[in-house]
């Protein structure tokens, strides 16, 4: 059974420093997606990334992946208020059909 | 373009009583996935439907969960009769690829029905 672990559950942050949410998985996957969610909001698709090596940046956010390690990064860099959300990866496997497999969630909260 | 809706946005009901919820799709999706957040804990997928179809109906809980999906548009998942355990927040999701591996497969997300079972 495929699971994927994050950490950590809950990060607080001051503004301008740089931190990294991580996440593990267990088997083999096809791809690794980044989601945030603002509290009563939809989940938001951040990064999609296919294949080892991969590195997607948007902002202040990069995401990265390891498919030897199993592991994906989410490198958080000079933190501003507007990124306080709860972040989550997902993993999916041609083996599973297209659902997602869902870590328990990143609440990041930015202090001024 | 309209995103994912669902409705209720928050339903409060007692233990035994019948709670449906509707999921509108992006229009032209034909995947529809619904899923479950329950306690804080990981989101856990429930099914998944490609256009009326049900295709993988294997992450529902129990049979008094039933997942409908009219001419292949909107879903409802209905839960009778509702039990404790049952409250959590139920997302649905559509994505518009036909196969695995297909770009189009990134999944939208509604916001999601907050149900309390009391």
């Known amino acids: ?112 | 373009e309209a995103g994912v809706t669902q409705f209720p946005s928050h339903s409060v009901i007692e233990k035994g009583q019948t709670v449906t919820l509707r999921c509108d799709p992006i229009s032209g999706h034909d995947n529809l996935y619904w899923y479950r957040r329950v306690m804080g804990k990981e989101i856990k997928f429930l099914l998944h439907f490609v256009k009326e179809s049900k295709q993988d109906e294997s992450g529902m809980p129990n049979n008094r969960f039933l997942a409908e999906r009219t001419g292949g548009t909107y879903s409802t998942l209905k839960v009778q009769p509702a039990e404790l355990e049952d409250s959590g927040v139920y997302f649905c999701a559509s994505s518009q690829g036909k196969r695995h591996g297909d770009s189009r497969n990134i999944q939208y997300f509604g916001a999601g029905t907050r149900l309390s079972v009391l």
């Open chain 1, 1 to 112: 059974e495929l699971k994927v672990e994050q950490n950590p559950l809950f990060l607080s942050m001051q503004e301008g420093k740089n931190y990294t949410i991580y996440c593990n998985y267990s088997t083999t996957s096809d791809r690794l997606y980044w989601y945030r969610q603002d509290p009563g909001k939809s989940l938001e698709s951040l990064f999609v990334l296919l294949s080892n090596g991969a590195v997607k940046q948007e902002g202040r956010l990069m995401a990265s992946l390891d498919t030897k390690a199993r592991l994906s990064t989410l490198h958080i860099t000079a933190a501003v208020h507007d990124l306080s959300a709860t972040y989550f990866c997902a993993v999916d496997m041609k083996t599973s059909g297209s659902r997602l497999t869902f870590g328990e969630g990143t609440q990041l909260t930015v202090n001024p």
